[in-house]
């Protein structure tokens, strides 16, 4: 059985980035996102820190975030640039995005222009 999130996990990492490390100084985990994740309850039940990988690279391809510092599985982020609620109107999803980046929908089913 395979498992379908309510909301789109990239778009879920982003809203956590936002409410909880939404200041340049911080720097936070994807160990810390991992956990609110799961805490959540929307995301595959099964799966293990490493499958969140790829969309941590993402932020930091993205121009969002940055790796600071890596220990193992452990990757220590640090945003460029401030995070600010959006609304995509082509899927109606609240994106959030660094005042810095393209002003592109970051759910990646999507891909419209805000």
Request: glycine residues 2%; negative net charge.
């Amino acid at each position: 059985m395979s498992f379908t999130p309510k909301i789109p996990v990239e778009l879920q990492i982003r809203k956590i980035i936002f409410e909880k490390f939404n200041e340049v100084d911080t720097i936070f985990t994807n160990d810390s996102i991992f956990e609110i994740l799961k805490e959540n309850g929307d995301i595959d039940p099964s799966w293990i820190i490493d499958d969140i990988e790829s969309f941590v690279n993402n932020l930091c391809d993205s121009g969002l975030a940055r790796n600071v510092a890596q220990n193992f599985t452990t990757i220590h982020l640090k945003l460029f640039d401030e995070v600010e609620k959006l609304h995509c109107n082509a899927c109606n999803q609240d994106v959030f995005l660094a005042k810095s980046e393209d002003r592109v929908c970051p759910n990646s089913s999507c891909k419209s222009t805000i």
